[in-house]
Nanobody, 113 residues
């Protein structure tokens, strides 16, 4: 059974940083493109960033220059710097694995003073 698990969320002040991690059980993430998405309170889920198997990254305009996505053999990461209150959301990692769209349970990020 393939499962994605996010970690690293929490409460941080504006201007602070967090690093989210996404790991997979039942397979290796190194074989797949992986995306990060987020759902702000009361809003629809939105795409944040994506990393290809080869390491190429793309970012939503709202996070470009502040967020950095990376990967190693086991996990995918989202380094979030200069956090703003509008970054508050539940963050999810996503990958299309074995013909299914896989999502983790999400990790809460709250940016507040």
């Amino acid at each position: 059974q393939v499962q994605l698990v996010e970690s690293g969320g929490g409460l941080v002040q504006p201007g602070g940083s967090l690093r989210l991690s996404c790991a997979a059980s039942g397979t290796s993430l190194s074989m797949y493109d992986v995306g990060w998405y987020r759902r702000p309170p009361g809003k629809e889920r939105e795409w944040v960033a994506r990393v290809s198997v080869g390491g190429r990254t793309n970012y939503a305009d709202s996070v470009k220059g502040r967020f950095t996505m990376s990967r190693d053999n086991a996990k995918v990461y989202l380094q979030m710097n200069s956090l703003k209150p509008e970054d508050t959301a539940v963050y999810y990692c996503n990958a299309y694995i074995r013909r299914s769209d896989r999502w983790g349970q999400g990790t809460q990020v709250t940016v507040s003073s």
